[in-house]
Nanobody, 115 residues
Framework: QVQLVESGGGLVQAGGSLTLSCAASGSIFSFNAMGWYRQAPGKQRELVASITRGGSVTKADSVKGRFTISRNLAKNSLYLQMNNLKPEDTAVYYC?????????WGQGTQVTVSS
């Protein structure tokens, strides 16, 4: 069973930075893709950024130029560097791993950006 554990969330002022980490229980290279999603209160969960096994990156328009997704294969970890945070970035952030036919999710980490 795959386990994903997020960390790094917290409270930050607008304009600040945070780095989220997602530690996987096995080799992340075995996944077709991994990504970060977020869900704000009363809203649907949405894609923030994802990276395929081959390294192709997809980002939501709202985070382009501010967020960077990366991975460390040796540490079986996925990261999300978030800069110039805005109050609208406030949400629970989830790590997701895709390995056909299943998707795996972490428990989420709260990010709160104060104005």
């Amino acid at each position: 069973q795959v386990q994903l554990v997020e960390s790094g969330g917290g409270l930050v002022q607008a304009g600040g930075s945070l780095t989220l980490s997602c530690a996987a229980s096995g080799s992340i290279f075995s996944f077709n893709a991994m990504g970060w999603y977020r869900q704000a209160p009363g809203k649907q969960r949405e894609l923030v950024a994802s990276i395929t096994r081959g390294g192709s990156v997809t980002k939501a328009d709202s985070v382009k130029g501010r967020f960077t997704i990366s991975r460390n294969l040796a540490k079986n970890s996925l990261y999300l560097q978030m800069n110039n945070l805005k109050p609208e970035d406030t949400a629970v952030y989830y790590c997701k791993a895709e390995r056909t036919p299943s998707d795996y999710w972490g428990q989420g980490t709260q990010v709160t950006v104060s104005s």
